[in-house]
């Protein structure tokens, strides 16, 4: 299987409407692909709170569109990232689209957990309440958004639910960038599955990001990393090497906390 993570810089002098018209020229640039991954609020940046209400979109929006279009004549599935989603009860989510090689939205992710200590994203943006995943031919991916990576039972929920790739949306800071680098890792080793971080490049609320987008494998291996600036980051993997890896080391067969239902 072949991801490309697409690490977008956020340059405050680039508007909105510039910024999605590249991010598509970005993703059709990666036909043959199997999947492509745009980072978290790239549309607006993550720390830049003060924006968030002037440009928030209906669901079906600018961002939506644009990029049903791109992952159709990439021929790709593409995770859009996210962008702040206007409901129709005025309540904004940080919200995350995925899209089919056709173009049609498969699913989509209200970010659960909110960034910002009672500022920021916390108090502006309402919080999702459901585990999202998708099934791609190759793989199921798990959706989770950037600060989420702290959370480890949602991950948990994820794999509960059949995920075998976790895909991680994110707008991390370079000041935390070791966090998010042993985070990722730890997601991977605990759930014996794919992670798919990606982040985006630049400065914006003067918050420099921390960029570092990474594949890591079931073991904790990380098979690919990106630099600190703009780039595409794209990596050949084996979805099958999740079951492979459960059959070999069954640990989540010792679980005794926490467990799912049976299905």
């Not at 309540?91 to 049609?104: D, I, Q, R």
């Not at 798990?142 to 991950?155: H, I, K, N, V």
């Amino acid at each position: 299987m072949r991801a490309s993570l697409i690490q977008i810089a956020v340059d405050p002098d680039e508007s909105v409407n510039a910024r999605r018209e590249r991010a598509a020229s970005l993703v059709v640039g990666q036909r043959g692909a199997d999947l492509v991954v745009l980072p978290e609020l790239w549309p607006v940046g993550a720390f830049s709170y003060t924006t968030f209400a002037d440009e928030a979109e209906p669901f079906e929006g600018p961002t939506y569109r644009t990029m049903a279009k791109a992952a159709a004549e990439a021929g790709v599935w593409l995770h859009a990232g996210s962008f702040v989603e206007r409901a129709a009860d005025g309540t904004l989510y940080n919200t995350s689209l995925v899209f089919s090689p056709g173009g049609a939205c498969v699913a989509s992710y209200r970010k659960i957990h909110r960034f910002g200590f009672d500022k920021g994203e916390a108090v502006m943006m309402g919080a999702g309440e459901e585990l999202v995943t998708v099934g791609l031919p190759q793989t199921t991916l798990g959706l989770a958004t950037c600060y989420d990576l702290r959370f480890p039972e949602l991950f948990r929920g994820l794999v509960d639910a059949g995920a075998e790739t976790l895909v991680v949306a994110a707008g991390w800071p370079e000041r935390r960038r070791a966090h998010w680098t042993l985070l990722a890792q730890a997601r991977a080793v605990e759930n014996q599955a794919y992670v798919l971080a990606v982040g985006t490049a630049g400065t914006h609320a003067d918050i420099q990001q921390a960029g570092h987008s990474m594949v890591v494998d079931p073991w904790g291996e990380v098979l690919a990393e990106a630099g600190a600036d703009e780039e595409i980051l794209t990596v050949e993997f084996d979805p099958a090497r999740t079951a492979t890896t459960r059959d070999q080391f069954p640990a989540l067969k010792d679980r005794r906390l926490g467990l799912a239902p049976p299905r």
